[in-house]
């Protein structure tokens, strides 16, 4: 086979923004953590708004595959 012949394939680079924001489960779910519980203004936020955010969402099927294209998985 000649070199010309051949397609070379680039690697897909995962999104690392959205790395940062998941977490992948051992059987391949995909958690995410809302974004009210983070940071800005913090205190005057109910605390129970706070605690109810700060447990982790699976995310959708639509939406857990386009991640699991982002991250290359």
Partial sequence: MNK???VKR???K?????????KITGTGKILRS????SGHLRRNKAKKTLRTH???IVL??????AAKRMLGI
């Fill in 4 to 6: 010309t012949n051949k």
């Fill in 34 to 37: 809302h974004q009210l519980r």
């Fill in 60 to 65: 959708d099927k639509s939406a857990t595959r």
């Fill in 54 to 56: 700060a447990v982790p």
């Fill in 14 to 22: 995962t999104k690392k923004s959205l790395m940062k924001r998941v």
């Fill in 10 to 12: 680039i690697k897909q």
